[in-house]
C-alpha cells in the first residue's frame, strides 16, 4: 500500500513533514479541578485533574512529595467496529504508566509532599497518535488544575513507512505497523522527557530481494531529573 503519493501527499491529503489539526479546550469537566479536550485530527481525548488533596492510602503517601496517579482508558464507542480491549489490560497499564512517568517529570511534586494528584484520561474517539493527545490534555488538564510545573510537556508521534518518514501518524498509517516512535519534551527547558519506541513488524529486502522480517519491541524512556 503506498502511503505518500507521488505528489508528495498522505493519504489524508498532509505533507510526510505535516501535523494534523490541533484544538484544545479547557475546563471540559466543570467538576474537576482541572480537565481538558484536546484533538489532534480525530482523535479526541479528555483528561480531568484532581488534587492535590489527601493520600487516600496512608500506606502510599510520601513525606517529601506528591504521589501521583494517573488511570487511562477507552471509552467503548472511541474505536467504532474495531475490537476495543476491556479495562485493565496490559496497554491500559502501560499507556497509564507512561502518562504518569511523563507527567511526574514536568510537576513540581517536592511543593506538594504528603498530597496526591490523579489524572483520569480517556479517548473518545481514537484515530491514531492516542498516546501524545493524551500526554498533551493530561499537561494542559494539571496547567487548569493550577497544579505548579516545570513546564508543559508536548507529545506527537513518527513513523517510518515506504522509505519515508512520516510526522503524527492517523490510524491507516499507524496500522501499517512501521516502526514508530513517540516523543514528550519540556520546550522552555530544552529537555526530552518522553521517548518511547513502539512494537511493530519491519519488513525489509536484502541483496537477493527475500524478505526478512525484524521484530521491534516495546521500550520508553523517562528522563525525570526533578
Known amino acids: ?38 484533538e489532534m485530527g480525530n482523535t479526541k481525548v479528555v483528561a480531568a485533574v484532581y488534587g492535590p488533596r489527601e493520600v487516600q492510602n496512608r500506606s502510599q503517601q510520601l513525606s517529601d512529595q506528591a504521589l501521583v496517579r494517573c488511570e487511562y482508558s477507552m471509552a467503548n464507542f472511541s474505536t467504532g ?9 496490559r496497554r491500559s497499564t502501560e499507556i497509564s504508566l507512561v502518562i504518569r512517568q511523563t507527567m511526574e517529570a514536568c510537576i513540581m511534586t ?38 505548579p510545573m516545570h513546564d508543559l510537556v508536548t507529545s506527537c508521534s513518527a513513523g517510518y513507512l515506504n522509505s519515508t518518514p512520516l510526522l503524527d501518524l492517523n490510524y491507516v498509517e499507524d496500522s501499517a505497523r512501521g516502526p514508530d516512535v513517540t516523543v514528550g519534551i519540556l520546550p522552555k527547558l530544552d529537555k526530552v522527557t518522553l521517548l518511547q519506541r513502539i512494537s511493530c513488524r519491519l519488513c525489509m529486502t536484502d541483496t ?10 516495546t521500550r520508553w524512556i523517562n528522563y525525570n531529573e526533578g
Open 81 to 89: 467496529d474495531r475490537m476495543r480491549k476491556p479495562k485493565g489490560d
Open 1 to 38: 500500500m503506498e502511503f505518500v503519493s507521488p505528489e508528495g501527499l498522505r493519504l489524508d491529503g498532509r505533507r510526510p513533514t505535516e501535523m494534523r489539526q490541533i484544538r484544545a479546550e479547557l475546563g471540559a469537566v466543570a467538576k474537576a479541578d482541572g480537565s481538558a479536550v484536546f
Open 110 to 147: 517536592h511543593l506538594m509532599p504528603r498530597s496526591q494528584i490523579d489524572i483520569f484520561v480517556q479517548v473518545l474517539q481514537a484515530d491514531g497518535g492516542t498516546r501524545s493527545a493524551c500526554i498533551n490534555a493530561a499537561t494542559l488538564a494539571l496547567a487548569d488544575a493550577g497544579i
Open 208 to 217: 537477493t530481494g527475500e524478505y526478512k522480517g525484524i521484530r521491534i519491541s
